[in-house]
């Protein structure tokens, strides 16, 4: 079975400041998906950013960037710029590319932008 | 531009009593999810539909039944609710398994 770590609970940063959260996963897959989704406090998730696994080049998305490491299997997300509106738990998921429609999460990250 | 409506947004129950969760999507999405999120956790798949008049069990799928008979409403019950049912629920939709999730905001379900 797949699964997805975050080994951050929480984590802290400066407004305007840069930040990386981490995930990793375990699997014997080839083809799979990731994503980053996010969860403000006023509850509803919201997709950061999706990355295929057979694209090596790191997906993108305005400030979030990722770095994905096959090999490692390991799909940071970095925030640059940090912005108060970034404060918000951010949850790491795995997907296999058929066979199986389960998006499997991690436990999150809760970030939180200081002033 | 509605995207995933979920209701209600608060309920509380007593031990035993039965309720439906509705979820409605007007993407035209095929695929369809309900998870459950804990503290400290993070979502975990209950039941999912591929498609209308299709379901399929996900990670933690006892104690809850569901049902598709429509394309855009997904409906999660509860037959026997038990506190350790205690949760905020959570429907999705997307187009296509390997696309990404749209979510509702969520159902705060208290069990007492």
């Known amino acids: 079975a797949q699964t997805v770590t975050q080994s951050q609970p929480e984590m802290s940063v400066q407004e305007a400041e840069t930040v990386t959260l981490s995930c990793t996963y375990d699997?014997?897959?080839?083809?799979?998906?990731l994503f980053w989704y996010k969860q403000p406090p006023s509850r509803q998730m919201i997709l950061v950013i999706r990355?295929?696994?057979?694209?090596?080049q790191n997906a993108t998305e305005n400030r979030f960037s990722v770095n994905f490491q096959k090999a490692a299997k390991s799909f940071s997300l970095k925030i640059s710029d940090s912005q108060l509106g970034d404060t918000a738990m951010y949850f790491c998921?795995?997907?296999?590319?058929?066979?199986?429609?389960?998006?499997?999460f991690g436990k999150g990250t809760k970030l939180t932008v200081n002033p | 531009n509605a995207g995933v409506t979920q209701t209600p947004k608060f309920r509380v129950l007593k031990t035993g009593q039965s309720m439906t969760l509705l979820c409605a999507q007007d993407?035209?999405?095929?695929?369809m999810y309900w998870y459950r999120q804990d503290p400290g956790m993070g979502l975990r798949l209950i039941h999912y539909?591929?498609?209308?008049?299709?379901?399929a069990k996900g990670e933690v799928p006892d104690g809850y039944n569901v049902s598709r008979l429509k394309k855009q409403n997904f409906l999660l019950g509860l037959e026997s609710a038990a506190p350790s049912q205690t949760s905020v629920y959570f429907c999705?939709?997307?187009?296509?398994?390997?696309?990404?999730?749209?979510f509702g905001d969520g159902t705060r379900l208290s069990i007492l």
């Open positions: 699997t014997s897959e080839n083809n799979y998906y």
């Open positions: 999705a939709s997307s187009y296509w398994y390997n696309q990404p999730q749209h």
């Open positions: 998921a795995f997907l296999t590319q058929g066979g199986s429609e389960k998006l499997v």
């Open positions: 990355q295929e696994a057979y694209k090596q």
């Open positions: 993407m035209n999405h095929e695929y």
């Open positions: 539909s591929v498609g209308e008049g299709t379901t």
